[in-house]
């Protein structure tokens, strides 16, 4: 079955680095875009950029471009979202997931809780 | 960048029940649609694509209606664990994925 974990639960202070990842299985993780999305707490959805392991073609939402990179490793199947200072208002769950070409996302990851407190 | 609106905000209805929540697109998306519930604590689930397609295990008593700018998710009659937040997504402009607000479906 087709399965998208994610790096555990980080707990990070203001202006601090990260990277989060996403390792997909049992499909053909070259072949399909993976999206990340943003969840604040109590709040919705928030597309923010979508990457295409196999030659690492990537767009952003407006909202989120130049906050944050996404990479992708295909020799690993893993795909990375990253900060390279945080800020407390990147406090949410961010959840990874694969994008059809049906422009749906099928598979998700189980979420990565990101807290950023000083 | 197309912004989809869905209501009610809340949606109170009984078990056994029919529930039908909206989302509108501000621009025409033609069926490039999908519906996706989540329950506390878990991950989005797809639900509905191309606008009326269920995706794989998803019970016949969800239904998904629309094109254009006016979409429609029925859930005809509402199971316990039914009760969560929808959102729809829109795909028209693969550079530009956009979301609704949500609907939270609550047990009236």
């Known amino acids: 079955e087709v399965q998208l974990v994610q790096s555990r639960a980080e707990v990070k202070k203001p202006g601090e680095s990260l990277k989060i990842s996403c390792k997909g299985s049992?499909?053909?993780?070259?072949?399909?875009?993976i999206g990340w999305v943003r969840q604040m707490p109590g709040k919705g959805l928030e597309w923010m950029g979508i990457?295409?392991?196999?030659?690492?073609?990537?767009r952003y939402s407006p909202a989120f471009q130049g906050q944050v990179t996404l990479s992708a490793d295909k020799s690993i199947n893993t795909a990375y979202l990253q900060w390279s200072s945080l800020r407390a208002s990147d406090t949410a769950m961010y959840y990874c997931?694969?994008?059809?070409?049906?422009?749906?996302?099928?598979?998700w990851g189980q979420g990565t809780l990101v807290t950023v407190s000083s | 960048e197309i912004v989809m609106t869905q209501s009610p905000a809340t949606l109170s209805v009984s078990p056994g029940e029919r529930a039908t929540l909206s989302c509108r697109a501000s621009?025409?998306?033609?069926?490039?649609l999908a519906w996706y519930q989540q329950k506390p604590g878990q991950a989005p689930r797809l639900l509905i694509y191309?606008?009326?397609t269920r995706a794989t295990g998803i019970p016949a008593r969800f239904s998904g209606s629309g094109s254009g700018t006016e979409f429609t998710l029925t859930i005809s009659s509402l199971q316990s664990e039914d009760f969560a937040v929808y959102y729809c997504?829109?795909?028209?402009?693969?550079?530009?994925?956009?979301f609704g607000q949500g609907t939270r479906l609550e047990i009236k």
């Open positions: 997931a694969r994008l059809r070409a049906q422009g749906d996302f099928d598979y």
């Open positions: 049992e499909y053909s993780f070259t072949n399909y875009y």
């Open positions: 990457i295409y392991p196999g030659d690492s073609d990537t």
């Open positions: 621009q025409s998306i033609s069926s490039n």
């Open positions: 191309g606008a009326s």
């Open positions: 997504q829109q795909s028209h402009n693969w550079l530009l994925i956009t």
